[in-house]
């Protein structure tokens, strides 16, 4: 006759066994322990305990109070139980009684009967204790091998689920306990411990030389500034930008239609005069009346004549001239055409193309104690493989507001690279200040620390 599968300890074992490895989250694992685990072994009430964080879970219910007196007896008791060595075995008042009086007298009163307890086998955080209390009067005790295979499958199946989340921290706590134990055994200058920090003091007391980074271009040094000699509005560009230009050659000119009819107006003017100066001196010869006006006349003359010179110069000087060589430096003209220009007002720089600087703009945090001649490193962003050499010539003492809306200090570095390079005016990228030498760890705290004592204010 065939026997029921309900009644196979062999086909109930497997069965769990399959179930167990569907189960997807920890507690449902718990929950199965618990109450399935009646099959094989029947019982009213199972309680599984996990070391370091008490009871977990109890048969029956999904639910219980920690905080009753049933279960802070339970939580007494199950680390007396958990600490025997043999294991699993059938426990009574009586054993519990030489480990703790209290928690002995107080058996009959919540079991009542022998309890079956059971190690489950450990690793990392699986739990390590599960108690079945107030047995069954018909138990087959051929079943306990298969029950002790059940628990293997089942602490397999948590330690699937468990990984992700306590694997690490379980070899990392089984590492630093070898780890310990070997370096009992060792000299102290043999530790490994001392000789990490000995290492470590020595990484941060390394000296390494301090920098500081910068926005900077490339600029033309002492260049001649074209300004603006007189008001008025330029009519026209005789150069292009980054042309080459020599001095006396033309490089923008006003419109002098206004100009020139002042200057007719005044020529007329000084011709009236001369006229009437020249009328008055013939009849000064015989009259008296005339003669005493010739003075009058005279300064008449010499005003009109003097602001006929005064419009000969301002038109002389309506076509600007180079003053020097060199290369003009001038974003778009046709941006000045028709624009009025006051008297002073630059309108275009000469640079000579083999003297070229580096113009850094330093924050407030990073103004250090600079050499004055420290050396300057510069990394055009388009070339950032050739960086170019410099040395600093000056760092301005005051602060300056920038139009990214902060402040900063300008600073000028004459570059060493011989006349003729590749670097050209306008080329941007990143500036390296070289300072002192420092220790690793100030170099590496300066920033932090800074930040700190201006939030604490100390």
């Known amino acids: 006759m065939t026997q029921n599968p309900e009644h196979n300890p062999l086909l109930i074992t497997l069965d769990l066994a399959h179930r167990a490895r569907t189960v997807d989250e920890l507690q449902g694992l718990f929950f199965m322990l618990v109450n399935d685990s009646k099959r ?3 019982y009213r009430q199972a309680v599984l305990w996990r070391e370091g964080q008490g ?8 639910q219980f109070d920690a905080g009753s007196p049933y279960m802070l007896w339970l939580a007494r ?16 008042a009586d054993d519990v009684m030489p480990l703790n009086a209290a928690v002995g007298n107080e058996w009959p009163q919540w079991l009542g009967g022998p309890l079956v307890c059971f190690s489950v086998p450990a690793d990392g955080d699986v739990p390590g204790l599960l108690c079945l209390m107030q047995l069954e009067p018909a138990q087959d005790t051929t079943t ?3 029950l002790e295979e059940w628990f293997a ?4 199946c948590y330690r699937a689920l468990a990984r992700p989340r306590f694997h690490l ?28 920090g000995m290492g470590l003091a020595a990484l941060l007391l390394f000296p390494v030389q301090m920098t500081v980074l910068a926005p900077a271009e490339i600029v033309p040094a002492r260049p001649v500034m074209v300004r603006a000699p007189l008001e008025g509005v330029i009519k026209q560009f005789f150069v292009q930008p980054n042309a080459t230009v020599k001095a006396g050659q033309p490089l923008f000119a006003y419109d002098d239609e206004a100009l020139r009819a002042k200057l007719d107006v005044a020529s007329q003017a000084v011709q009236a005069a001369e006229s009437e100066y020249r009328q008055y001196a013939q009849l000064a010869l015989s009259d008296q009346k005339s003669k005493n006006q ?13 602001e006929l010179d005064f419009l000969q110069g301002q038109l002389a000087r309506a076509t600007v001239q180079a003053s020097a060589d060199g290369v003009a430096v001038i974003d778009e003209p046709t941006e000045w055409i028709g624009k009025p220009v006051q008297v002073g007002e630059r309108v275009m720089k000469l640079a000579r193309p083999d003297a070229l600087e580096v113009e850094a703009w330093l924050s407030l945090s990073d103004r250090l104690d600079f050499d004055p001649d420290a050396a300057v490193r510069f990394y ?3 070339l950032p493989f050739s960086p170019l050499d410099a040395r600093l010539r000056y760092i301005a003492y005051e602060a300056q507001p920038r139009p990214e809306g902060h402040f900063a200090y300008r600073v000028r570095g004459t570059l060493t690279q011989p006349p003729g390079g590749d670097a050209q005016i306008g080329q941007r990228g990143t500036a390296k200040l070289y300072a002192g030498w420092t220790p690793l760890a100030y170099w590496v705290l300066r920033k932090p620390l800074a930040a700190i004592r201006q939030y604490l204010a100390i």
């Not at 009871?55 to 999904?62: K, Y």
């Not at 499958?153 to 397999?156: D, G, R, V």
């Not at 379980?170 to 102290?188: D, F, I």
């Open 40 to 42: 094989l072994l029947p």
């Open 55 to 62: 009871v977990a879970c109890v048969s029956g219910v999904t």
């Open 77 to 92: 008791l199950c680390p007396l139980l958990h600490a025997q060595a043999a294991l699993p075995r059938v426990l009574h």
């Open 144 to 146: 306990m091998p298969l």
């Open 153 to 156: 499958t089942w602490a397999y």
């Open 169 to 196: 921290r379980h070899v990392l706590r089984k590492r630093w306990q070898q780890w310990r134990s070997l370096e009992a055994t060792l000299p102290w200058w043999k530790r490994r411990h001392i000789m990490i």
């Open 294 to 306: 010739i003075a009058a006349l005279q300064a008449k003359l010499n005003e009109k004549q003097i």
């Open 380 to 382: 055009r962003a388009a």
